[in-house]
């Protein structure tokens, strides 16, 4: 995502915290991503030595790769280095394991950290009434491509940047903005717009988040 465009509507000082705040963030990104490769590499590379090296102890040993080592003869103390070789293949493999769940978790961490500052940038341009609503509905929409964060519009599952989408749900949907006069919170009354549906704001206030957000979504209109 270019933030370039937010310079001049942001200003100097904004603009720079923002730009770095971004710059640190795709920086523990690569960091996380780097570091997660090289150390699969070195897990990978480790585990077909180990794994050579026991089908020679095996060859050398002559025992068959599935046979219960407990029943065999110990040649020279062949059996119990097979034994040590298979336990460090293991542990190798376990290491890796690891390393894999350790890079997943930073990646996962790292995501959810650009969609929160891409959720906040997104709204910051809008005045919603009930915000929280609003952002729960909003990540709900968001799906990523790639390293790409997109937000998939009710056209078709068009995907979208979130700004756009956030901006396009401003323009579908008026009566979730702050009204200019009197008007409480969650969806506004009686505002133009919506699918015609109705739902007493008491009702609407005793749902939970995720489904005021849904029927924020659907068009309702508190009566």
Do not use: C
Not at 195 to 220: I, V
């Amino acid at each position: 995502m270019d933030i370039d465009q937010f310079k001049e509507a942001l200003g100097d000082e904004r603009f720079a915290a923002l730009s770095a705040y971004v710059t640190d963030l795709v920086g523990q990104r690569d960091a996380a991503r780097k570091e997660s490769i090289d150390g699969r590499k070195g897990k990978d590379k480790r585990i077909q030595e180990l794994t050579e090296r026991l089908r020679a102890v095996e060859d050398w040993a002559g025992v068959d790769p599935d046979a219960d080592l407990d029943t065999q003869p110990a040649p020279n103390g062949a059996v119990e280095a097979a034994r040590q070789y298979e336990a460090k293949l293991k542990r190798a493999e376990r290491e890796r394991a690891e390393a894999m769940e350790a890079r997943d978790a930073a990646i996962a961490s790292n995501r959810q950290s650009q969609q929160r500052a891409a959720i906040a940038d997104a709204l910051g341009g809008h005045e919603f009434l009930a915000r929280d609503l609003v952002e729960t509905y909003v990540s709900q929409r968001l799906t990523w491509e790639a390293d790409e964060l997109l937000f998939r519009t009710d056209d078709g599952g068009k995907l979208v940047s979130v700004k756009d989408g956030v901006a396009g749900l401003a323009r579908a949907r008026p009566e979730l903005l702050k009204p200019t006069g009197t008007g409480g919170a969650g969806v506004r009354q009686g505002a133009a717009g919506g699918s015609g549906r109705t739902m007493p704001e008491a009702q609407f206030n005793a749902l939970a988040p995720a489904a005021q957000a849904k029927a924020m979504a659907e068009g309702y209109t508190l009566t």
